[in-house]
Nanobody, 118 residues
Framework: VQLQASGGGLVQAGGSLRLSCAAS????????VGWFCQAPGKEREFVAG????????SYTDFVKGRFTISRDNAKNTVYLQMDSLKPEDTAVYYC????????????WGQGTQVTVSS
């Protein structure tokens, strides 16, 4: 499975972006998918995930109520809607997929840069 992340950019604080994670070589709807971020000098950390079965979602506390992860199986794509963005959200965002219930993802996309200005 190959993953292509896109949708990053420069936005002012309080603005919104929608990241997309498009898959090829596999049916993304049969995988759990996660979004991660990595800021300069920091380790990569979990942001949001959508389960393999049942599409249950989970979020790190910092983004709860601001970010929403969703699937469009017809487009073989998972989205991360990012609202009320803060400068602290600035990072490279990665999507990942796997048949896992423990966030141990097998497939990773390249990152997309999100920069939030104050």
């Amino acid at each position: 499975v190959q993953l292509q992340a896109s949708g990053g950019g420069l936005v002012q604080a309080g603005g919104s972006l929608r990241l997309s994670c498009a898959a090829s070589g596999g049916t993304l709807g049969t995988y759990a998918v996660g979004w991660f971020c990595q800021a300069p000098g920091k380790e990569r950390e979990f942001v949001a995930g959508i389960a393999w079965i049942g599409s249950r979602t989970s979020y790190t506390d910092f983004v709860k109520g601001r970010f929403t992860i969703s699937r469009d199986n017809a487009k073989n794509t998972v989205y991360l809607q990012m609202d009320s963005l803060k400068p602290e959200d600035t990072a490279v965002y990665y999507c990942a997929a796997g048949r896992t219930t423990t966030r141990e993802y097998t497939y990773w996309g390249q990152g997309t840069q999100v920069t939030v200005s104050s």
